[in-house]
């Protein structure tokens, strides 16, 4: 069994390695990156969320050259956001960020030809995912949570599928040592009364078993990393060859063998 260190060395080259395959080029004012087959799909359910007035999404400029351009949002992303959800305040406004987004995506008619960047899942009230809503992809101002980016992910799915999601890496559904290593949380976190804040915060969602569901939601990220790593995409393929689909997989153990975290 792989030791706290193993699996802290093991995420940080998996850290390595995305940044290696995501090259990011940060100006004044934009963001480019490398564009893929969903990146067309991205940037009109990004126009569309923008024309229902939404500023917490990015604004796409276009594509060239196998590059996509976004206008810059200001504030805390990627390592340097996961501080400004340990409060209350960040947590629930986090939740509500991805509320405003689901319900000004629910109405979207997708092009005829879609690509996704995840399968799609079915289920009730399903509505465009971002797929991928951990703290790191949202941009933080002041504890407060300001927009969503990095949408490669995007599929259709029901809403619980991005709050399950969420749910692991804001309660976070995870064991101590990683909440208070990777997390870099003060003290070990009541997860119970987090994922409470969070679903509370979001609102109006059926009543759901939240460990059942992040237990399956990190199922369904295991198993898309196995496909996407054995079509030889990286960083996915690098992350399975480091033990990935293991590590996915004892998460989801441990999530179920502490349902009592709930009370």
């Given at each position: ?54 500023t917490c999404v990015p ?182 060859a480091d033990g ?20």
């Open positions: 069994m792989p030791t706290v260190t193993d699996e802290l060395e093991r995420l940080e080259r998996a850290a390595e390695a995305n940044a290696q395959h995501r090259v990011v080029e940060v100006g004044p004012e934009v963001v480019r990156r490398p564009a893929g087959p969903m990146t067309a799909t991205v940037h009109a359910y990004l126009r569309h969320l923008r024309s229902q007035g939404l604004e796409p400029i276009g594509v060239e050259d196998g590059v996509e351009t976004l206008r810059l949002i200001d504030g805390d992303s990627g390592g340097d956001g996961w501080a400004h959800q340990h409060t209350d305040a960040g947590l629930t406004s986090a939740a509500r960020l991805l509320r405003t987004i689901h319900d000004a995506g629910a109405g979207w008619t997708p092009p005829d030809d879609a690509v996704w960047g995840a399968p799609a899942v079915a289920g009730e009230d399903v509505v465009p995912c971002h797929g991928d809503p951990g703290p790191w992809n949202v941009v933080w101002r002041d504890q407060e949570a300001v927009a969503l980016i990095d949408w490669d992910f995007l599929h259709p799915g029901p809403r619980l599928d991005d709050v399950a999601y969420a749910l692991q890496w804001f309660a976070p559904w995870r064991t101590d040592e990683m909440a208070l290593e990777w997390h870099h949380f003060p003290r070990v976190p009541d997860r119970g009364a987090r994922s409470r804040a969070f679903v509370e915060a979001y609102g109006d969602l059926p009543s759901f078993d939240v460990v059942d569901e992040v237990a399956a939601r990190i199922r369904r990220t295991a198993d898309l990393a196995r496909s996407l790593a054995e079509r030889g995409q990286e960083p996915q393929r690098t992350w399975v990935a689909l293991e590590s996915y997989e004892r998460e989801a153990v441990w999530v179920e063998q502490h349902r009592h975290l709930l009370d």
